[in-house]
Protein backbone atom coordinates (compact mmCIF):
# COMPACT_ATOMS: atom_id res chain seq x y z
CA UNK A 1 0.00 0.00 0.00
CA UNK A 2 1.10 3.43 -0.71
CA UNK A 3 2.21 5.56 -3.52
CA UNK A 4 5.77 4.16 -3.60
CA UNK A 5 4.58 0.63 -3.74
CA UNK A 6 6.87 -0.94 -6.13
CA UNK A 7 9.86 1.32 -5.61
CA UNK A 8 12.82 -0.56 -4.47
CA UNK A 9 15.60 1.38 -1.85
CA UNK A 10 18.80 -0.06 -0.30
CA UNK A 11 19.82 1.77 2.77
CA UNK A 12 22.99 2.04 4.21
CA UNK A 13 22.20 2.57 7.44
CA UNK A 14 23.21 5.74 9.28
CA UNK A 15 22.36 8.09 11.37
CA UNK A 16 19.80 10.86 11.79
CA UNK A 17 18.56 12.28 8.40
CA UNK A 18 19.44 8.88 6.52
CA UNK A 19 17.27 6.60 8.48
CA UNK A 20 14.57 9.06 8.16
CA UNK A 21 14.67 9.62 4.48
CA UNK A 22 14.47 5.39 4.21
CA UNK A 23 11.25 6.13 7.07
CA UNK A 24 9.65 8.59 4.42
CA UNK A 25 9.84 6.43 1.59
CA UNK A 26 9.15 2.81 3.49
CA UNK A 27 6.05 4.47 5.15
CA UNK A 28 4.63 5.54 2.10
CA UNK A 29 5.00 1.59 0.33
CA UNK A 30 8.49 1.86 -1.34
CA UNK A 31 10.36 -1.51 -0.35
CA UNK A 32 13.43 -0.39 1.57
CA UNK A 33 16.02 -2.80 2.23
CA UNK A 34 18.62 -1.39 5.68
CA UNK A 35 21.98 -2.79 5.42
CA UNK A 36 23.56 -2.66 9.30
CA UNK A 37 26.95 -3.18 10.11
CA UNK A 38 27.47 -6.31 11.97
CA UNK A 39 26.32 -6.00 15.86
CA UNK A 40 23.24 -4.04 15.05
CA UNK A 41 23.41 0.08 15.07
CA UNK A 42 20.91 2.99 16.35
CA UNK A 43 17.81 1.19 15.80
CA UNK A 44 15.87 4.93 15.77
CA UNK A 45 14.03 5.94 12.88
CA UNK A 46 13.71 2.18 11.57
CA UNK A 47 10.38 1.45 11.27
CA UNK A 48 8.82 -0.58 8.08
CA UNK A 49 11.62 -2.28 6.99
CA UNK A 50 13.93 -5.38 7.60
CA UNK A 51 17.31 -5.60 8.31
CA UNK A 52 20.42 -7.18 7.04
CA UNK A 53 24.07 -7.35 8.74
CA UNK A 54 26.64 -7.09 5.98
CA UNK A 55 30.74 -6.52 7.12
CA UNK A 56 31.54 -4.01 4.08
CA UNK A 57 34.85 -4.49 4.95
CA UNK A 58 34.60 -8.27 3.84
CA UNK A 59 34.66 -8.24 0.22
CA UNK A 60 31.56 -10.67 -0.06
CA UNK A 61 29.85 -8.00 2.02
CA UNK A 62 30.72 -5.46 -0.41
CA UNK A 63 29.87 -8.08 -3.71
CA UNK A 64 26.37 -8.58 -1.63
CA UNK A 65 25.59 -4.77 -1.70
CA UNK A 66 26.23 -4.70 -5.07
CA UNK A 67 23.96 -7.46 -5.79
CA UNK A 68 21.44 -5.26 -4.14
CA UNK A 69 22.11 -2.40 -6.06
CA UNK A 70 21.34 -4.31 -9.45
CA UNK A 71 17.72 -4.90 -8.40
CA UNK A 72 17.10 -1.34 -6.66
CA UNK A 73 15.76 1.25 -7.40
CA UNK A 74 17.49 4.05 -5.21
CA UNK A 75 20.65 3.35 -2.83
CA UNK A 76 21.16 6.27 0.03
CA UNK A 77 24.35 6.27 2.34
CA UNK A 78 25.11 8.90 4.83
CA UNK A 79 29.07 8.63 4.92
CA UNK A 80 31.64 11.31 4.92
CA UNK A 81 32.67 12.21 1.26
CA UNK A 82 34.90 9.13 -0.03
CA UNK A 83 34.35 7.01 2.74
CA UNK A 84 31.46 4.58 0.10
CA UNK A 85 33.65 4.67 -2.67
CA UNK A 86 37.03 3.21 -0.24
CA UNK A 87 34.18 0.71 0.89
CA UNK A 88 33.96 -0.06 -2.79
CA UNK A 89 30.27 0.42 -2.71
CA UNK A 90 30.47 4.41 -4.22
CA UNK A 91 28.33 5.54 -7.02
CA UNK A 92 31.18 4.38 -9.83
CA UNK A 93 30.88 0.75 -8.46
CA UNK A 94 26.78 0.51 -7.51
CA UNK A 95 26.05 2.37 -11.20
CA UNK A 96 28.22 0.52 -12.99
CA UNK A 97 26.26 -2.68 -11.36
CA UNK A 98 22.62 -0.81 -12.37
CA UNK A 99 22.91 2.58 -14.91
CA UNK A 100 19.28 3.29 -13.67
CA UNK A 101 20.10 3.66 -9.68
CA UNK A 102 19.70 6.96 -8.19
CA UNK A 103 22.48 7.35 -5.89
CA UNK A 104 21.71 9.35 -3.05
CA UNK A 105 24.17 10.65 -0.19
CA UNK A 106 23.53 12.36 3.12
CA UNK A 107 26.35 14.70 4.37
CA UNK A 108 26.71 18.01 7.01
CA UNK A 109 28.21 19.85 4.22
CA UNK A 110 28.51 17.95 0.76
CA UNK A 111 30.37 16.10 -1.76
CA UNK A 112 32.72 19.13 -2.04
CA UNK A 113 32.82 20.41 1.30
CA UNK A 114 35.09 20.28 4.24
CA UNK A 115 35.69 16.77 5.62
CA UNK A 116 35.24 17.83 8.86
CA UNK A 117 32.18 16.58 11.41
CA UNK A 118 29.89 18.48 12.39
CA UNK A 119 26.42 18.26 13.66
CA UNK A 120 22.75 19.69 13.15
CA UNK A 121 23.72 22.51 15.13
CA UNK A 122 26.81 24.07 12.89
CA UNK A 123 25.12 23.23 9.85
CA UNK A 124 22.27 25.64 10.60
CA UNK A 125 24.40 28.10 12.34
CA UNK A 126 26.89 28.27 9.03
CA UNK A 127 23.70 28.25 6.96
CA UNK A 128 22.70 31.71 8.63
CA UNK A 129 18.92 30.03 10.56
CA UNK A 130 20.19 29.47 13.89
CA UNK A 131 21.49 33.27 13.51
CA UNK A 132 17.63 34.20 13.09
CA UNK A 133 16.53 32.81 15.90
CA UNK A 134 16.24 33.85 19.67
CA UNK A 135 15.53 36.66 21.67
CA UNK A 136 16.87 40.08 21.57
CA UNK A 137 20.00 39.65 24.10
CA UNK A 138 20.22 35.79 24.61
CA UNK A 139 22.17 33.31 22.25
CA UNK A 140 20.06 31.94 19.15
CA UNK A 141 17.77 28.98 20.28
CA UNK A 142 18.55 25.44 19.26
CA UNK A 143 15.22 24.23 17.45
CA UNK A 144 16.12 20.79 18.81
CA UNK A 145 17.89 19.13 15.49
CA UNK A 146 14.77 19.00 13.00
CA UNK A 147 16.02 21.92 10.88
CA UNK A 148 19.46 20.22 9.89
CA UNK A 149 18.98 16.54 10.16
CA UNK A 150 15.33 16.07 9.01
CA UNK A 151 14.04 19.06 7.14
CA UNK A 152 17.19 20.24 5.89
CA UNK A 153 18.64 16.63 5.66
CA UNK A 154 16.21 13.60 5.53
CA UNK A 155 13.58 15.29 4.14
CA UNK A 156 15.49 17.31 1.48
CA UNK A 157 17.33 13.86 0.55
CA UNK A 158 13.55 12.27 -0.03
CA UNK A 159 12.78 15.33 -2.11
CA UNK A 160 15.93 14.64 -4.46
CA UNK A 161 15.65 11.21 -4.70
CA UNK A 162 12.00 11.32 -5.53
CA UNK A 163 13.32 14.47 -8.36
CA UNK A 164 15.67 12.22 -9.72
CA UNK A 165 13.34 9.02 -10.49
CA UNK A 166 10.98 11.45 -11.99
CA UNK A 167 13.75 12.26 -14.61
CA UNK A 168 14.31 9.16 -15.16
CA UNK A 169 11.32 8.15 -16.74
CA UNK A 170 12.44 10.01 -19.50
CA UNK A 171 16.31 9.50 -19.73
CA UNK A 172 16.35 5.89 -18.47
CA UNK A 173 19.30 6.43 -16.32
CA UNK A 174 19.97 7.27 -12.38
CA UNK A 175 22.53 9.77 -10.87
CA UNK A 176 23.94 11.06 -7.92
CA UNK A 177 21.76 13.26 -5.14
CA UNK A 178 23.95 15.18 -3.29
CA UNK A 179 22.15 16.34 0.23
CA UNK A 180 24.10 18.35 2.58
CA UNK A 181 22.18 19.93 5.47
CA UNK A 182 23.98 23.24 5.38
CA UNK A 183 22.17 23.34 1.92
CA UNK A 184 19.22 22.52 3.05
CA UNK A 185 19.10 24.59 6.50
CA UNK A 186 19.68 27.70 4.23
CA UNK A 187 17.19 27.06 1.75
CA UNK A 188 14.39 26.41 4.53
CA UNK A 189 15.37 30.38 5.50
CA UNK A 190 14.97 31.42 1.58
CA UNK A 191 12.42 33.88 3.22
CA UNK A 192 14.04 35.28 5.91
CA UNK A 193 17.19 35.93 3.60
CA UNK A 194 15.42 37.51 0.85
CA UNK A 195 13.51 39.54 3.91
CA UNK A 196 16.65 40.71 5.31
CA UNK A 197 17.33 41.44 1.83
CA UNK A 198 14.96 43.70 1.34
CA UNK A 199 15.66 45.30 4.58
CA UNK A 200 12.41 43.86 6.29
CA UNK A 201 14.51 41.46 8.89
CA UNK A 202 15.95 43.89 11.11
CA UNK A 203 18.62 42.93 13.61
CA UNK A 204 19.23 42.13 16.33
CA UNK A 205 16.90 38.80 16.30
CA UNK A 206 13.59 38.75 18.70
CA UNK A 207 12.73 41.94 16.84
CA UNK A 208 11.00 40.93 13.88
CA UNK A 209 7.42 39.38 12.82
CA UNK A 210 8.11 35.85 13.41
CA UNK A 211 10.49 35.97 15.77
CA UNK A 212 8.79 36.90 18.70
CA UNK A 213 9.48 40.98 18.60
CA UNK A 214 5.77 41.13 17.39
CA UNK A 215 3.14 40.65 21.03
CA UNK A 216 0.42 39.04 18.47
CA UNK A 217 3.56 36.23 17.52
CA UNK A 218 4.43 34.87 20.87
CA UNK A 219 3.96 32.64 23.74
CA UNK A 220 2.47 33.78 26.96
CA UNK A 221 2.74 31.84 30.37
CA UNK A 222 -0.53 30.75 32.06
CA UNK A 223 -1.51 31.24 35.59
CA UNK A 224 -0.16 27.67 36.02
CA UNK A 225 2.53 27.46 34.44
CA UNK A 226 1.75 26.28 30.94
CA UNK A 227 1.89 28.14 27.72
CA UNK A 228 -0.18 29.56 24.89
CA UNK A 229 0.68 30.32 21.39
CA UNK A 230 -0.65 33.31 19.56
CA UNK A 231 -0.13 33.65 16.02
CA UNK A 232 -2.59 36.32 15.08
CA UNK A 233 -1.38 37.75 12.21
CA UNK A 234 -3.69 39.00 10.14
CA UNK A 235 -5.85 41.83 11.30
CA UNK A 236 -9.48 40.13 11.59
CA UNK A 237 -7.98 37.29 13.64
CA UNK A 238 -6.20 39.76 15.83
CA UNK A 239 -9.11 41.45 16.57
CA UNK A 240 -10.86 38.05 17.97
CA UNK A 241 -7.61 37.70 19.99
CA UNK A 242 -8.03 41.37 21.81
CA UNK A 243 -11.72 40.23 22.07
CA UNK A 244 -11.49 36.87 23.56
CA UNK A 245 -8.81 38.53 26.38
CA UNK A 246 -10.60 41.05 27.06
CA UNK A 247 -7.94 43.54 26.67
CA UNK A 248 -7.90 47.42 25.94
CA UNK A 249 -6.23 48.33 22.25
CA UNK A 250 -6.71 49.97 19.40
CA UNK A 251 -6.82 47.90 16.61
CA UNK A 252 -6.04 50.31 14.04
CA UNK A 253 -2.41 49.96 15.51
CA UNK A 254 -1.49 46.72 15.61
CA UNK A 255 1.36 46.65 13.43
CA UNK A 256 2.43 50.19 15.33
CA UNK A 257 6.21 49.43 16.78
CA UNK A 258 5.60 51.85 19.27
CA UNK A 259 2.41 50.07 21.11
CA UNK A 260 3.85 46.97 20.75
CA UNK A 261 5.63 47.06 24.76
CA UNK A 262 1.98 47.91 25.98
CA UNK A 263 -0.05 45.43 23.78
CA UNK A 264 2.70 42.45 25.44
CA UNK A 265 2.26 43.91 28.94
CA UNK A 266 -1.61 43.58 28.21
CA UNK A 267 -1.43 40.29 26.73
CA UNK A 268 1.23 38.86 29.37
CA UNK A 269 -1.30 40.00 32.19
CA UNK A 270 -4.07 38.53 31.06
CA UNK A 271 -2.71 35.35 30.08
CA UNK A 272 -1.08 34.97 33.46
CA UNK A 273 -4.47 35.62 34.88
CA UNK A 274 -6.22 32.31 33.78
CA UNK A 275 -4.80 28.37 33.60
CA UNK A 276 -3.49 27.07 30.34
CA UNK A 277 -7.09 24.59 30.09
CA UNK A 278 -9.55 27.89 30.92
CA UNK A 279 -7.82 29.64 27.64
CA UNK A 280 -8.18 26.56 25.65
CA UNK A 281 -11.56 26.62 26.37
CA UNK A 282 -12.14 30.59 25.98
CA UNK A 283 -10.25 29.74 22.37
CA UNK A 284 -11.65 26.45 21.22
CA UNK A 285 -13.26 26.98 17.69
CA UNK A 286 -12.30 30.71 16.94
CA UNK A 287 -10.07 32.25 14.43
CA UNK A 288 -7.79 33.97 16.88
CA UNK A 289 -4.92 31.75 16.18
CA UNK A 290 -4.44 30.74 20.01
CA UNK A 291 -3.34 26.86 21.04
CA UNK A 292 -1.81 25.72 24.31
CA UNK A 293 2.14 24.12 24.13
CA UNK A 294 1.71 20.76 24.01
CA UNK A 295 4.39 18.29 25.76
CA UNK A 296 5.50 15.26 23.48
CA UNK A 297 3.00 12.96 25.75
CA UNK A 298 0.54 15.41 25.56
CA UNK A 299 0.30 15.79 21.68
CA UNK A 300 -0.02 11.72 20.79
CA UNK A 301 -3.40 12.13 23.09
CA UNK A 302 -4.78 14.98 21.98
CA UNK A 303 -8.64 14.97 21.27
CA UNK A 304 -8.23 17.12 17.92
CA UNK A 305 -4.84 14.85 16.77
CA UNK A 306 -6.67 11.52 17.62
CA UNK A 307 -9.51 12.66 15.53
CA UNK A 308 -6.91 12.93 12.64
CA UNK A 309 -4.88 10.38 13.61
CA UNK A 310 -1.94 12.48 13.47
CA UNK A 311 -0.26 9.12 15.80
CA UNK A 312 -0.65 5.83 15.57
CA UNK A 313 0.93 2.97 17.62
CA UNK A 314 3.66 1.09 16.89
CA UNK A 315 4.97 -1.69 19.03
CA UNK A 316 2.85 -0.77 21.48
CA UNK A 317 4.57 2.77 21.48
CA UNK A 318 2.69 5.89 19.86
CA UNK A 319 4.49 7.89 17.06
CA UNK A 320 3.78 10.28 14.18
CA UNK A 321 1.72 8.53 11.36
CA UNK A 322 2.87 8.34 8.07
CA UNK A 323 2.65 11.61 6.25
CA UNK A 324 1.62 13.34 3.76
CA UNK A 325 -1.55 11.31 2.84
CA UNK A 326 -3.76 10.00 -0.34
CA UNK A 327 -6.39 9.57 -1.50
CA UNK A 328 -5.85 7.02 -3.61
CA UNK A 329 -3.24 5.03 -2.63
CA UNK A 330 -3.29 5.36 1.47
CA UNK A 331 0.16 4.05 3.12
CA UNK A 332 -0.44 1.44 5.57
CA UNK A 333 -0.47 1.66 8.93
CA UNK A 334 3.64 1.07 9.73
CA UNK A 335 5.57 -2.02 11.68
CA UNK A 336 8.39 -1.88 14.40
CA UNK A 337 10.65 -2.91 11.24
CA UNK A 338 13.62 -4.90 11.97
CA UNK A 339 12.52 -8.27 10.78
CA UNK A 340 14.62 -10.72 8.23
CA UNK A 341 14.78 -9.55 4.83
CA UNK A 342 13.43 -11.95 2.04
CA UNK A 343 16.56 -11.84 -0.39
CA UNK A 344 14.50 -14.03 -2.64
CA UNK A 345 12.74 -11.11 -3.83
CA UNK A 346 16.18 -9.41 -4.20
CA UNK A 347 17.42 -12.16 -7.06
CA UNK A 348 18.86 -14.38 -4.45
CA UNK A 349 18.81 -18.11 -4.77
CA UNK A 350 17.97 -20.38 -1.92
CA UNK A 351 21.65 -21.84 -1.80
CA UNK A 352 23.11 -18.33 -2.44
CA UNK A 353 21.22 -17.71 0.73
CA UNK A 354 22.16 -20.03 2.64
CA UNK A 355 26.43 -19.21 1.29
CA UNK A 356 25.40 -15.66 2.99
CA UNK A 357 24.51 -16.94 5.77
CA UNK A 358 27.84 -19.14 5.88
CA UNK A 359 29.21 -15.81 5.11
CA UNK A 360 28.46 -13.82 8.08
CA UNK A 361 25.69 -11.85 5.90
CA UNK A 362 22.14 -12.06 7.23
Not at 21 to 38: F, H, N, Q
Not at 39 to 45: A, E, Q, T
Not at 155 to 171: K, N, P
Request: aromatic share 8%; glycine share 12%.
Amino acid sequence: MGPLTGLRVVEVASLGPGPFCAMMLADLGAEVLRVERPGGSDRSLTRGRPVVSVDMKDPAGVQFVLRLAERADVLIEGFRPGVAERLGIGPDACRTANPALVYGRMTGWGQDGPTVAGHDINYIAMSGTLGAIGREGEPPTPPLNLLGDFAGGGLLLAYGVMAALFERQSSDEGQVVDAAMVDGAAILATMVHEMSAAGTWLTPRGTNLLDGGAPFYDLYATADGGWMTVGAIEPQFFAELVSLTGIEFDLDRQYDREEWPALRAALTAAFASRSRAEWEETFAGTDACVFPVLAIAEAATNAANQDRGVFVEVDGVLTPAPAPRFSRTPAAAPDGGGGHPDLRAWGFSRTEIDELAIAGIG
